[in-house]
Structure formats: C-alpha cells, structure tokens
C-alpha cells in the first residue's frame, strides 16, 4: 500500500508562490501516476496537474497551466507542485494522489478523480486578494 503525506500549503497574497510537496511511502513501484487535486469550499474536487511515472509529459487544467508546475524527485519519492502568480480563485485544499489499480491509464484518465485509490490528507492553501 502507498501513503501519501502533502506539506507546504499555508497563507500568501495573490501573485506570490508556493510550493507543495507530497512525499510518498509504502509499495510506491505499484503506482502508475500522480497527480494534484484540489476542493474549494462547496465546490467539488477538480484536477490541477499530474504524470505518468513511466512518462515524461505533464498534464494541467487549463486554468494553472503555466502558472503551476507539477515536478518528482525519484530519489525522494516525492512529487512537487510549484504554484506561481498565484489568485484568490486557487484558494483550495490540495490533495495528491496514486493511482495503483487502474490498468491502461490513458491521460484523459489522469483528469478524473475515479482513477486515483491513494489520497493524501491535503493541504490548505489560501491566497488573500
């Protein structure tokens, strides 16, 4: 089984950074992909960015592309998040996740909550106006 464990979030003015990470532990060769979430209050859970470990793309919604960017360190078993410029409107707890069960993964999958089974705790990330 892999654990996920996010650190970094906290308070920043708008057009300041961040960056989250998310260090993982357990069976991480069982895990195919990662990526980032997040959930506003009332809203519903949205993906942000993720990656095949087998690959060497990124994915993003639209709506960080190019202002966040989703990284690994190998040897830390570590996913980052590095969020710049950053808007009251990315205000959101952040989740990272694995996907360890789903075979076949194609990157229109990554986008879907359905295709993690590992989540992480999140992380609050409020960005003041």
């Known amino acids: 089984q892999v654990e996920l464990e996010e650190s970094g979030g906290g308070l920043v003015q708008a057009g300041g950074s961040l960056r989250l990470s998310c260090a993982a532990s357990?069976?991480?060769?069982?895990?195919?992909?990662m990526g980032w979430f997040r959930q506003a209050p009332g809203k519903e859970r949205d993906f942000v960015a993720a990656f095949f470990w087998g690959g060497i793309n990124t994915y993003y919604d639209d709506s960080v592309k190019g202002r966040f960017t989703i990284s690994r360190d190998n040897a830390k078993n570590t996913v980052y998040l590095q969020m710049s410029s950053l808007k009251p409107d990315d205000t959101a707890v952040y989740y990272c996740?694995?996907?360890?069960?789903?075979?076949?993964?194609?990157?229109?999958?990554?986008?879907?909550?359905?295709?993690?089974?590992?989540w992480g705790q999140g992380t609050q990330v409020t960005v003041s106006s």
């Open positions: 357990g069976r991480t060769f069982s895990s195919s992909a």
């Open positions: 996740a694995a996907s360890t069960s789903v075979s076949h993964l194609t990157p229109g999958g990554l986008r879907v909550g359905a295709s993690y089974d590992v």
